[in-house]
């Protein structure tokens, strides 16, 4: 089975800091990774899918990029409203979410 | 707009059933393949169940194969999650989620309100 280690599992930033994200998979997982946003309280929402693809109407802050097994999230200057719980999850196999991160103001 | 309203959560004991409902509109159901997915409480994300669109396909988490039962019906536009032999760590929001393709591909949007489905005695 394959296994996906998100980190890190929670992260402080100040606004303004470019942040990052990484996902493992434990076997190559060709482009088949998302990364979805919850924040507290709401509905998960999809941010990026196949690796680095923008979802429509989703700021171009948002990033990700990698290949095979390592894959990244970036948000390039984080805002206010970006404070949530990030997860990648991975559809090569059976659909598998990571731990999540969660990101909070400094 | 899509939109995907979840029903049937509540409070069941231990060893109990329940059936989960999500009424789809805005998008042609019997078109797009569907999933459950679970979130205990403070905890992350756990796929649960998935569906072709014809529901020919269906996948589950090793976690409730066995119990758990996912269906559709395309006349009524409506996703169901059978749930047996309930346990303690079933205890979540469940929601319902569109996916991209027809089959379960595995890309998950939009996602519906979720239900809470307890278990305990």
């Known amino acids: 089975d394959i296994q996906l280690t998100q980190s890190p599992s929670s992260l402080s930033a100040s606004v303004g800091d470019r942040v990052t994200i990484t996902c493992q998979a434990s076997?190559?997982?060709?482009?088949?990774l998302n990364w979805y946003q919850q924040k507290q309280g709401k509905v998960p929402k999809l941010l990026i899918y196949?690796?680095?693809n923008l979802e429509t109407g989703v700021p171009s802050r948002f990033s990700g990029s990698g290949s095979g097994t390592d894959f990244t999230f970036t948000i390039s200057s984080l805002q206010p409203e970006d404070i949530a719980t990030y997860y990648c999850?991975?559809?090569?196999?059976?659909?598998?979410f990571g731990q999540g991160t969660k990101l909070e103001i400094k | 707009e899509v939109q995907l309203l979840e029903s049937g959560g509540g409070l069941v004991q231990p060893g109990g059933s329940l059936r989960l409902s999500c009424a789809a509109s805005g998008f042609t159901f019997s078109s797009y393949a569907m999933t459950w997915v679970r979130q205990g409480p403070g905890k992350g994300l756990e796929w649960v169940s998935g569906i072709s669109r014809t529901g020919g396909s269906r996948y589950y988490a090793d976690s409730v194969k066995g119990r758990f039962t996912i269906s559709r019906d395309n006349s009524k536009n409506t996703l169901y999650l059978q749930m047996n032999s309930l346990r303690a760590e079933d205890t979540a929001v469940y929601y319902c989620?569109?996916?991209?393709?027809?089959?379960?591909?595995?890309?998950?949007?939009?996602w519906g309100q979720g239900t809470l489905v307890t278990v305990s005695s």
């Open positions: 076997q190559d997982i060709p482009n088949y």
């Open positions: 999850q991975q559809y090569d196999n059976l659909p598998l």
């Open positions: 989620a569109k996916d991209r393709g027809i089959l379960v591909r595995g890309v998950f949007d939009p």
């Open positions: 196949d690796v680095s």
